[in-house]
C-alpha cells in the first residue's frame, strides 16, 4: 500500500485549504469526507469578512452578495446600526464555495477521496492508518506520515484519540427565505434578545434577489425561537415552505489539539468565533498555521507532540484572546433580561456608542470592541 505525506479528514473549508497548502509544497496529500459531492451537507451563514478574501485569496464566483451595514435589533425594536461606505463582508453560496476550494485543492494536486466515512486513526512507529467504510463497501483504510482532522464539530475521531473538544455546543438553525423585495442594499439585521434567542442571537443576510438567509443559535433548541422569529422577519411565510436546516456549533477549545503525527484543526479544534459563530475564517486561520507546522515537520522529519505542538502556540497567540473574550461576553449577554438590553440599547444610542467604536470595529477580530463597549456601556453617562 502507498504511503501518503497527508491524510485529511473532512472537505470543509479549514480541511481542503489545509491540503491545499500542504500539495503546493509538494506533499502526496488526500482528502476523505463522507459527502458523496463536495458541499452537499453545506450549513452556514455564509458570511466572510473581506479580510479573508484578501488574506486567502479566496474565490469570487460563489459570493452572491456584500455587506455593508449592519443592525442590531433590540427584542422591542430599538437598533443599532454601523454603515460603511465599502463591504465588510461578503455572502457567499457555502456549498459552491466548497467546491471551489476543492477545484483549488485539486488544482494543486490533491486526492478527493468522497463518499468514504472515516471511523477510526490508528498511530503506528512510522505513520497513521485511517481507517474508512464506504456505503455498503467493505471498510478500506489510507495509510499516511500525518493526519488532519477537519471533520467538523462531530468530534467523533477526536473523542477515540483524546484530542480537543468544544467546552459548550450551541445549536444553530437557519433557511433561505423569499422576503418579496429585501434587497441586497439592505443592512443584514442581528437580533438580539433571551426571547429571540437565548444565550445567543437571531439574523437575518439579504441574498439579493428577493432573498434572504433567516436562522438564530441559542442553547437551547432552537426549533420554538425559530418558529417565532421566522414570524417576526417574514410575517404570514409558513415554517413548512422553507427547507430548515441544522447544525451545531462548538465553543472554546478544551484539550489538545495536537497528538503523535495527528493535528486538529478549524470547527474539529473548536476555532470558531465565540462571539457570532462563525467558523470560515479561523478555520483558515487554524489550516494555514497546521500547513505552516507540518510542513517543518516534513523538513525535519519529526512528528512528535513536542513538534507539531508549535500549532497550539500558533493559534493561541493568534487568536486565544479572541476566542475567551467572546465567549465570556457571550455568556454575559445571554444571562441579561429583555428589559436591561432594551436599557443598554438606549445607553448606547444615547451616547453615540458605534461612533465611538469605530477605530475598533473589525468583522473578524471583535475584542477590542467588546472590551470598549463592556467600559462605555457599564460606566456612567458623558454629560455636556
Same mark, same amino acid.
Given at each position: 500500500m502507498v504511503t501518503r505525506d497527508a491524510a485529511v479528514i473532512g472537505a470543509g473549508p479549514a480541511g481542503l485549504y489545509a491540503a491545499y497548502q500542504l500539495a503546493s509544497a509538494g506533499l502526496d496529500v488526500a482528502v476523505l469526507d463522507a459527502q458523496e459531492r463536495i458541499g452537499e451537507d453545506a450549513v452556514c451563514s455564509g458570511v466572510i469578512g473581506e479580510e479573508a478574501f484578501r488574506r486567502f485569496g479566496l474565490p469570487t464566483g460563489p459570493v452572491l452578495n456584500c455587506i455593508c451595514s449592519i443592525r442590531a435589533i433590540s427584542p422591542r425594536g430599538k437598533t443599532l446600526e454601523y454603515r460603511s461606505p465599502t463591504p465588510v463582508a461578503r455572502v457567499v453560496d457555502k456549498a459552491e464555495f466548497n467546491r471551489a476550494l476543492a477545484a483549488q485543492a485539486r488544482g494543486a494536486?490533491?486526492? !478527493?477521496? *468522497?463518499?468514504?466515512?472515516?471511523?477510526?486513526?490508528?498511530?503506528e512507529k512510522d505513520g497513521v492508518s485511517v481507517q474508512f467504510r464506504s456505503g455498503l463497501r467493505p471498510g478500506g483504510r489510507v495509510k499516511a506520515r500525518v493526519a488532519v482532522i477537519a471533520s467538523g464539530v462531530g468530534g467523533a475521531l477526536n473523542r477515540k484519540l483524546g484530542m480537543v473538544k468544544p467546552r459548550e455546543v450551541l445549536r444553530a438553525i437557519q433557511a433561505d427565505v423569499p422576503l418579496g423585495t429585501d434587497g441586497a442594499a439592505n443592512p443584514t439585521e442581528i437580533y438580539v434578545g433571551r426571547s429571540v434567542a437565548p444565550g445567543a442571537f437571531g439574523w437575518k443576510i439579504p441574498l439579493g434577489r428577493g432573498q434572504a438567509r433567516v436562522g438564530l443559535m441559542c442553547v437551547e433548541d432552537p426549533r420554538p425561537y425559530f418558529g417565532a422569529f421566522l414570524e417576526r422577519v417574514a410575517p404570514g411565510l409558513e415554517l413548512s415552505q422553507v427547507k430548515v436546516r441544522q447544525k451545531?456549533?462548538?465553543q472554546m477549545p478544551v484539550g489538545a489539539c495536537v497528538a503523535e503525527r495527528i493535528v486538529a484543526i478549524g470547527e474539529a479544534a473548536a476555532h470558531v468565533k465565540t462571539s457570532t459563530g462563525g467558523g470560515?475564517?479561523?478555520? *483558515? !486561520?487554524?489550516?494555514?498555521?497546521a500547513a505552516r507546522v507540518l510542513l517543518q515537520a516534513f523538513r525535519q522529519s519529526e512528528f512528535g507532540v513536542r513538534r507539531l505542538g508549535e500549532f497550539e502556540r500558533y493559534w493561541r497567540a493568534a487568536f486565544g484572546v479572541e476566542l475567551w473574550t467572546g465567549y465570556l461576553a457571550?455568556? *454575559?449577554?445571554?444571562? !441579561?433580561?429583555?428589559? !436591561?438590553i432594551e436599557r443598554a440599547f438606549d445607553k448606547a444610542n444615547g451616547m453615540d456608542l458605534i461612533r465611538r467604536l469605530n477605530g475598533s470595529l473589525k468583522f473578524d477580530w471583535h475584542h477590542e470592541a467588546i472590551l470598549a463597549s463592556f467600559r462605555s456601556l457599564c460606566g456612567p453617562v458623558a454629560r455636556a
Open positions: 494536486g490533491v486526492e !478527493l477521496g *468522497l463518499g468514504r466515512f472515516v471511523e477510526g486513526i490508528q498511530q451545531p456549533i462548538g470560515i475564517f479561523f478555520g *483558515l !486561520l487554524s489550516a494555514e498555521m457571550r455568556k *454575559l449577554a445571554g444571562q !441579561l433580561p429583555d428589559i !436591561l
